[in-house]
């Protein structure tokens, strides 16, 4: 094969490690608090922060699977490390560049050397947390809250770019995502609770089984409409999140039941349980528009059209070159032999 197409395919096998498609409740959270604030952040330095969340929790996105490789080869042979197509150097290289684009869009977006410094400082915070996370996934509830503070954090950053005020609302938002996160946090590890006890991974769904943590998972979705809720009736105009937080419940509750079903069943492995898990996913979705449009209904509606399109267009394209192989057939790497005990 040509060197330069294997280096391409290399690359990438490298960017969907960063799984950036999926990413959207790491990049939501740079627009809420941009429009929390008393006057609005500018558009460009939104984008600015956005792109710096995409790069740096694509980063860690990388690290996490260079840490749970060995249970990735049980739980998702696919994966670019598991699979063959990198290798944990190339993988580590990649985590550098991506967080150093991150670094230089965060600098960009703050425009000055002190809001910067303060920022950076913040940021360092995530990237600890972050790494602890892979240490303590098996504690519960407080490892879905470990990870659920750096994801929050691009909220304070872009609230204090924009220059402070309405704190309240700030508080808002900040209650919101952690509680959103904390119930992502859950539903992210029911995709690998038929597999995970094979490699030693006590989750949350492990621990209380499958159907258990789902109804967790749903109460705590459910109670992040709380300060949407109180969003819409504090902010003036905050009346316009209300209709789209009514069609993010209605996508959630009537999915709920069909959803808890499927967590009745064993093996029905990682890609269907996402699938299972769709309609309650697009359901948070919305209710991710929901804040913003309680801030500002434009804001929803661009950044969630821009995000749904990431989300729907990067899902079919990994799925075609991730996890049904088209990376893998063009390199003319054998499938993966999915391992049925811890190595």
Not at 20 to 39: E, R
Not at 87 to 105: D, E, L, M, P, S
Not at 314 to 333: D, E, H, P, Q, T
């Amino acid at each position: 094969m040509n060197p330069l197409h294997r280096a391409l395919l290399t690359f990438e096998a490298l960017w969907w490690m960063t799984r950036i498609h999926l990413s959207n409740i790491n990049m939501w959270p740079a627009v809420m608090g941009g429009v929390a604030a008393q006057d609005a952040l500018g558009a460009p330095q939104i984008v600015g922060l956005v792109v710096f969340t995409a790069a740096a929790g694509g980063a860690l996105f990388i690290v996490n699977d260079i840490l749970d490789a060995e249970g990735d080869a049980v739980t998702a042979p696919y994966l670019p490390l598991p699979s063959g197509l990198v290798t944990k150097k190339q993988a580590w290289y990649a985590t550098g560049a991506y967080f150093a684009v991150g670094v230089v869009a965060l600098y960009l977006a703050c425009g000055d050397p002190g809001s910067f410094a303060i920022a950076a400082g913040l940021t360092a915070v995530t990237v600890v947390l972050s790494m602890a996370y892979s240490k303590v996934k098996d504690e519960g509830v407080v490892a879905s809250f470990v990870i659920s503070i750096p994801q929050t954090v691009p909220a304070v950053i872009a609230w204090m770019l924009a220059g402070g005020g309405r704190p309240w609302a700030l508080a808002l938002v900040v209650v919101y995502h952690l509680t959103a996160c904390v119930s992502n946090n859950v539903l992210a590890a029911l995709r690998d609770v038929d597999l995970d006890p094979l490699v030693g991974n006590r989750t949350l769904p492990v621990r209380l089984g499958a159907a258990r943590a789902f109804r967790l998972a749903a109460v705590v979705a459910y109670l992040a409409l709380v300060p949407v809720l109180v969003l819409a009736v504090t902010v003036d105009g905050g009346w316009r999140g209300l209709p789209v937080a009514a069609v993010a419940l209605a996508l959630m509750a009537g999915s709920h039941r069909r959803t808890l079903a499927t967590f009745h069943e064993e093996g029905r492995g990682r890609i269907q349980r996402m699938a299972d898990m769709k309609m309650f996913k697009t359901g948070e979705y919305v209710r991710h528009m929901a804040v913003v449009a309680c801030l500002s209904l434009p804001a929803a509606l661009i950044t969630g059209a821009l995000l749904y399109l990431m989300l729907w267009g990067g899902g079919k394209l990994y799925a075609r070159r991730m996890i049904k192989g088209g990376i893998r057939r063009s390199l003319g790497i054998a499938e993966p032999a999915r391992k049925t005990s811890p190595a």
